[in-house]
Structures are given as structure tokens and as C-alpha cells.
């Protein structure tokens, strides 16, 4: 699992990007976007060790580096994750916001950001990957709150309240858990991993926003034109027609009341959410197709799972792979080959194409396998 993240760290590096919450301290400083060029210029070597990396980028400064939804970047890690965590989303159920990755790496003592207390109703299981062992510091909230007054948030006076903390240390391979609304900061001195599965179980409120943003990501298109003036009276409504017709919605959804079409979305959030077996991002498309022939086989990438339902007007044929939606017209032979997919065992591409409609040239099927493994449905063996 270290090397997984080694790997992580290495995209990070090529994508040169703080899009996924990239943060790096250095002797308990954070680093300006233009001092992190220089640790990009420094990727981990393929089959290098975290401690070679870090001494060689590093040397004997104190580091400390925290990176959020990795879940993207390393499909391995991501599966291995996801088979462990599957019994107890069947027990607790998926969070309506996902789970995501945040990784803690280095040697930087107390944790960069102080004591801190989460966002409500998130979340935390911790897997300490080491190689060096870690120490948590927690606080009860009520008591945490009277001690420190105004300066709780962030508060890197930390030894004023230790006399007060609840310790709990751990070492490579055990297993942390932070439940929501607790107090708290980490201490880790020596080199170390923690990869922690963060449980979204946020405001209402965000669901309702993050709802709203599946509208816009659907069906939002792109438009470079700017506004014309408004020369219209107060009554006339048709100068919003430059922002509405921006929304190209499907046919079956349109003329929908406002509350049946927002369950309509929160279907396809929830669908695209079972299909990435729980995670709130989906992983990056593959950069090269994959070549399939007829003599291949491929199966399904478990413990993931295919999704797919019908449109309302059941003219198009909805599929969810590993959290993106692709539309296909609708065809039995399709929902067939997923269906065979969906079954975990090795199959063979000749048979797969079988299923799908006895007029379709080969290539029709090709390509929707093709769709299907850009985003690590499946794979090819």
C-alpha cells in the first residue's frame, strides 16, 4: 500500500497540480505553489522506497505532506480499499457525499494545522501504513471547548492542553477510528504513512449543492459568449432565456416539476455512487485505449460493479462505470453484456459481442467495451 502511494505521489508530481488538496510543509511551513515545482521536479523512483525519496528531497529537514481524494490516481489502491470497507458500507450504509482518500506522509511531528476538530458529520478511519509509528491526541468536545475558549480552532498550542488529551498511539499496521465531532492532532516523529477513509456524512445542505452540481456537470454546456443588456420591463422574462437554454436536458426530464427532477438526479448521484462502490470521485479515463480482439478476454474489475437503468421515456439506456455516466440507446443486447460482465468471471470478448444485436458490425461492440474499460470496468486478461 506504500508503494501504491509512492505511485500516487508520482501522478501528483506529473500533473503538477494542488487540485486534489496537494499540501507540503517543511519545517512546519507551507510551501508556496513555486517551491512545490521543486518537489516535482523530484518524483519517487519507480521501485524506490518512501525513506530513499524522502531523504533524497528532503534530506534531514522535517516534512509533512497531506494530499486529498488520492482514491483517483492508483485504481489499485482504490479496489484494495474498496474490498475492505465493503462489509461495513452493507452494515452502515454509503454516505450520500462518498469517501475519499487523504494521505499523511512524513516526519513532521505535530500535524502542520494544530488542534482541529473536523467538519460535522465526517468521519475517519485511519490505516497506519508506517514504517514509523504515530501518536493521536484527542479531546472531549465539551471540554476541549471550555479550556481553549475562542482560540480552539487550529490551535497550535498544543503541550498547554495535553495534560487533558486522550492518547491513543499506534504502529504499522493498526487501525485508527475518528468519530465525527472530536477534538483532536496527530504527532508522528518519525517517517510515516496514514491513509485515511474519510466517511462524508456532512450537512444536508451539501447534499442539496452537490445535487445541484450534477445538474450543472450533466447538463451545463459550455458557452464563451457574453450577456446582451436587459432593455426588457420588469415583466418581461425573456432575457433569461441566455442562461436557461444553457441547460440541455433530456426530453424525459424537461418538463419535469422542479422536485420530481431533482429525485430524478439524486437517482443518478446514488447509481453513480453504487457503481464506484462507495467513493465520491471517479477515477482519471485511461490516456490509452485499449486494443480488444475477438481471441481477448476480459472481466470485470471487482469489486466494482456495472450499473445501469432506463431513461424515463426508456429511449436511452443509462450506464455507470466507476462513477461516470455514459448514455447509450437503448438495447437488451447491451444491458445482456453487461449483465455477463457484471458476473466477476473471465469471459471472452467473441462471446460478449454475441450478445448484442445480430445486425451490429463487430466494431460496435469493441467500442463499447472500449467505453467500458477507459473507465475501469474492466480489464483485459
Known sequence: MRANILDILRTQCKLKTTLYGFRVYVEGRQLTTKELNKIYDLPPKNMGSLTSWAQRTFGDQKFGII???GENLNNELAKRMAQKI?????KVGTPLLGINFTFFIGNYGWTPIGIHQDDPGESVIHFHLGPGEKTMYTWNEKKYKKLAGKNR???KDVEKFLPYANVHPFKEGDLFYMPPNVYHIGKSDDLSVGLTLWFNNKLKSELAIKLLKVVEDQYLIENTET???DKNGIEDLSASRQAIDLFKLPKDLENLPFKTFMKEIFKIHKYALSSNSGYGTSPLPKEKETKFSIKDHVILEKPFVIKYVDSLDKQNL???IRGAKLVLLNFEGIKSLIDEINKGKKVSVKYLLSLLDKDWKEDIGIFILN????HYGIRKV
Open 67 to 69: 494530499m486529498n481524494r
Open 318 to 320: 443509462l450506464i455507470f
Open 86 to 90: 465493503s462489509p461495513l458500507l452493507k
Open 153 to 155: 480552532f487550529n490551535n
Open 371 to 374: 467505453l467500458i474499460d477507459t
Open 227 to 229: 450577456m446582451v443588456p
